[in-house]
Every structure is written in C-alpha cells, then in structure tokens.
C-alpha cells in the first residue's frame, strides 16, 4: 500500500503563529489568557491548557496584569477596545490575512458601499468581520443570495476559509442584483492551495483521509470537496479515529489534514495507517 501525503496538510502560518505566540506567552508569564479557543482543534487547545494558556469567556474572567491573547480567527472590535480600555496586556495573534479582511471591508464601507461578508453564520471569524462595519448582510449559501433585495451598490468579502465554488456561486447572483458590485477576493493562499491539492488527490486515491476537529470550518470544507470526488472519504480528529476496514483491498491512501491540525496528530495518524496496511514505502508528498 503506498501513501500520498497532500504537501500543504495541516497548519498554515497563520496558525501556527497563533499558537506559538500562546506557548510563548505562557512561558514568558506563567499563563494566557484567550477568549474562546485559540483554533478549532481540540487537541491543541488541551496541550495549551497544560502549559497555562486557559480559555475563558470574557475579559472580566482574566486576572489584573495577566496578559490577553487575541486569537488566529479575529476578535469582535468591541472585545479589543474594551481591553484597550482596561490598559490589558494585549498579545494579538490575529492571522494577518484575516486582519487585511477587516482592512478591506472597512475601505469598502468607506466607499459608500452596503457590505456584504460571504461567511458561516456565527463563526469567530465572520463575527470578527461583521464587527469592522454597520450592519453588514452575512450570506452563507446561495440560496440566501437569492432572497437579497436588489441594490445599487456593495462591497463583498469573504471568510478566508471559504470554498472557491461557493464563493463564486454567491457573486454570480449578487452580479444580477447589485448595479455597482465589487468583490474583493478574501480567501486566503493557504484555502485555495489546500483545496485545489485535495482536489487533485482524492481523484488519484482507492481512499482519502482528512485530519481535523468537526469544529474546523477549513477540515470540513476539505471534506465535502474531496467527498464529492471520492466517496470513500473520511474526516478523523486522531489517530484512534480510523477503523482498519476502510484499508480493505486499498492499494492508495490519500492524506490531508484541515490548518488547525498540527503536526504530532498528522504524523500519528500516518503511523497508524503505516501499521494497518504494513507500509514499506516512504510517504510520497505530492
């Protein structure tokens, strides 16, 4: 049995960062404070709170002189000025192509322009976008693009983790209903790289495999893409998720791994598939 592993799988730098400015800081002052979890992983959340870095639900909870982290996925504006306010010793580990989203749609608005933010509903992230601007429409399917009225003129983002397709989908109908449309591409290189190798490997493979929490927007997105072209495809969060029988008469094993997955889990997971199919071979990245 050989094993493709996709070249980009799991953490992109964006997360990485975020997580290790958490150790850092845990280090440096013997805890961190973060308001949710640092990244959709609940594994890596685990690790942090054995090092000090613990998750609470609002800044009141966060003891005097301890510092705050402001996570990968962006903060609500109301959150940050609020710990600007109290003098908190702020650590923003902010990805800075999440940050650039805000940067984009704050010029948007400035433009005269009704905002418009292709997101999940209810995500760290989208909350964090939405924050930037008044009252912007969050759009998650195309079927709610549907049911927008009509308007002269918008400003569109997206989340950073969106799908190329369902994005494009989205700007096809509002094209038909914004007399004045611009539409500012959001989604981030890791996102389009990720999704176009997994694309590229469930087609080549007898299965596919990809690593990541049910929490993760990312991992699940590259789920359902690489399900729509392999039907014997399967989301695990670790290496105890994976049951021998998918290996059944299984020559191919694709393998990636959603950008909150860290290495440890990725690298267990390809042991225990190892083990399973009694793989000689040398993982071939692809």
């Known amino acids: 049995m050989k094993i493709l592993l996709a070249k980009n799988a799991g953490y992109c730098f964006g997360v990485r960062d975020a997580v290790n400015m958490a150790y850092d800081t845990a280090k440096e002052h013997g805890d961190v404070y973060m308001l949710g979890h640092i990244v959709h992983n609940e594994n890596v959340v685990n690790d942090l709170d054995k090092v000090?870095?613990?998750?609470?639900?609002?800044?009141?909870?966060?003891?005097?002189?301890?510092?705050?982290?402001?996570?990968a996925h962006g903060t609500h504006i109301d959150i940050t000025k609020k710990a600007e306010e109290k003098n908190m010793n702020i650590v923003d580990a902010t990805c800075p192509l999440v940050r650039d989203i805000h940067n984009e749609i704050k010029d948007l608005e400035k433009d005269g322009r009704k905002i418009i933010i292709i997101g999940d509903h209810g995500h760290d992230e989208v909350?964090?976008?939405?924050?930037?601007?008044?009252?912007?429409?969050?759009?998650?399917t195309s079927e709610e693009a549907m049911r927008l009225r009509k308007t002269k003129r918008a400003g569109v983002v997206s989340q950073s983790t969106q799908t190329i397709e369902n994005v494009q989908e989205i700007v096809n109908i509002l094209m038909n209903k914004v007399v004045d449309l611009r539409f500012v591409n959001t989604i981030c290189f890791p996102t389009k790289r990720n999704q176009e190798q997994i694309k590229e490997l469930s087609e080549k493979c007898d299965i596919m495999i990809v690593i990541g929490s049910f929490t993760s927007a990312n991992s699940k997105r590259l789920t359902d893409l690489s399900k729509e072209r392999n039907t014997k495809s399967y989301q695990v969060t670790c290496a105890e998720d994976i049951r021998g029988s998918w290996l059944d008469n299984c020559k191919t094993v694709g393998i990636s791994a959603g950008a909150s997955t860290p290495d440890n889990i990725i690298n267990e997971v390809l042991e225990r598939i190892k083990q399973i199919g009694n793989v000689q071979k040398e993982e071939i990245y692809v």
């Open 127 to 140: 909350v964090g976008i939405a924050s930037q601007v008044n009252d912007p429409i969050i759009v998650a």
């Open 52 to 71: 000090g870095a613990k998750v609470v639900d609002s800044l009141d909870e966060v003891p005097d002189g301890r510092p705050v982290l402001l996570r």
